[in-house]
């Protein structure tokens, strides 16, 4: 499967983020969809969307990513759908360490640019 029929889920609040990194992986060939808090991710999967690609933000109101990332990985539709979690602030302490096993990773956005996460991206799912 090459980049052209792989699908991303960007869940973040700021449209910021979410507008930078989208137009990155679509350069890349990704087809992208954006989420700007966990209840709108919940509802785009429950609508049909199975995303090759999580990338999960921590900090959003409602919800916080660690929350919604219990119930993703408990999801079976979501079985072979890699996880990343990237945020602000490290807050992997925060998180169960079998919960942190089933994910793909933990980026800080502080230390990625659009460039470094496509390649990121490129290389957790093959």
């Given amino acids: 499967m ?5 699908k991303i889920l960007i869940v973040d609040d700021d449209p910021n983020i979410t507008d930078v990194y989208s137009v990155k992986l679509r350069s890349e060939g990704y087809t992208v969809e954006c989420a700007p808090n966990a209840k709108s991710a919940e509802e785009k999967i429950a609508g049909g969307y199975v995303p090759d690609f999580i990338l999960l933000d921590i900090i959003m109101p409602g919800d916080n990513g660690i929350q919604l990332l219990e119930r993703l990985i408990e999801n079976p539709v979501l079985d ?10 490290d807050q992997r302490a ?7 096993q089933k994910i793909a990773g933990y980026e800080l956005k502080v230390n990625m640019i659009p460039s470094e996460l496509a390649k990121k991206v490129k290389d957790i799912l093959g």
């Fill in 2 to 6: 090459n980049s052209q029929e792989k």
């Fill in 94 to 100: 925060d998180i169960d360490e079998k919960t942190l």
């Fill in 80 to 89: 072979n759908t890699k996880i990343l979690i990237f945020s602000n602030l």
